[in-house]
């Protein structure tokens, strides 16, 4: 079975950083293309970034250009999320997900984690 | 950039009721669309890919269908179940890497 799992969520002060995780199992982060979307009452589900699985080639909603960076340790078979300059605007739920099809970058989500929330606030 | 309107935002049913939420995409996106149903304090759950694909394990109760101008996407429900009074989201997934969601569709039991 494939599952997702993230962690690394919580409070921070808005300018500050923080890292989220989330760690594969059933399958391996090199083989399919990974995202984070996250979730907010007022804005709904939001495209966030994701990774490529063929060569790690990164893509990002412009609002968090610059200040949000998606990697992945194969290693540890791993998806992180490094937030730097944070903002009240990017609190939410941070879901990590997985792509459908091996040989897709932005498909449909076929493995979703439960979610980890991030607070930015004084 | 690619707006996906969903209507409704709320619906109102009984159960054995069919029910049909609709995508409209602001340009066309072929058959590059999904459906998950979310439920409070889960992540989303993928129904419906590639505009009318029943994800392995869906009952067939679910369907999608797209326009002939692959603009208007819908999901459609029939014989509506106890568990089916959830959140409904589309998803267009045009292009590369991007996606942009719907705003949703909350389904209650009349």
């Known amino acids: 079975e494939m599952l997702l799992l993230e962690s690394g969520g919580g409070l921070v002060q808005p300018g500050g950083s923080l890292r989220l995780s989330c760690t594969a199992s059933g399958f391996t982060v090199e083989s399919y293309s990974l995202t984070w979307v996250r979730q907010t009452p007022a804005r709904g589900l939001e495209w966030v970034a994701t990774i490529s699985a063929s060569d790690s080639t990164t893509y990002y909603a412009d609002s968090v250009k610059g200040r949000l960076t998606i990697s992945r340790d194969t290693s540890r078979n791993t998806l992180h999320l490094q937030m730097n300059s944070l903002r009240a605007e990017d609190t939410a739920l941070y879901f990590c997900a997985k792509d459908k099809f091996a040989n897709a970058v932005g498909d449909s989500f076929d493995v979703w984690g439960r979610g980890t929330a991030v607070s930015v606030s004084s | 950039d690619v707006q996906m309107t969903q209507s409704p935002s709320t619906l109102s049913a009984s159960v054995g009721d069919r029910v049909t939420i609709t995508c409209r995409a602001s340009?066309?996106?072929?058959?590059?669309v999904a459906w998950y149903q979310q439920r409070p304090g889960t992540a989303p759950k993928l129904l419906i890919f590639e505009a009318s694909r029943l994800e392995t394990g869906v009952p067939s109760r679910f369907s999608g269908s797209r326009s002939e101008s692959d603009t208007e996407f819908s999901l459609t429900i029939t014989d509506l179940q106890p568990n089916d009074f959830a959140t409904y989201y589309c998803?267009?997934?045009?292009?590369?890497?991007?996606?942009?969601f719907g705003r949703g569709t909350r389904l209650d039991m009349k």
């Open positions: 998803q267009g997934y045009k292009s590369w890497a991007s996606s942009i």
């Open positions: 340009q066309s996106l072929y058959k590059w």
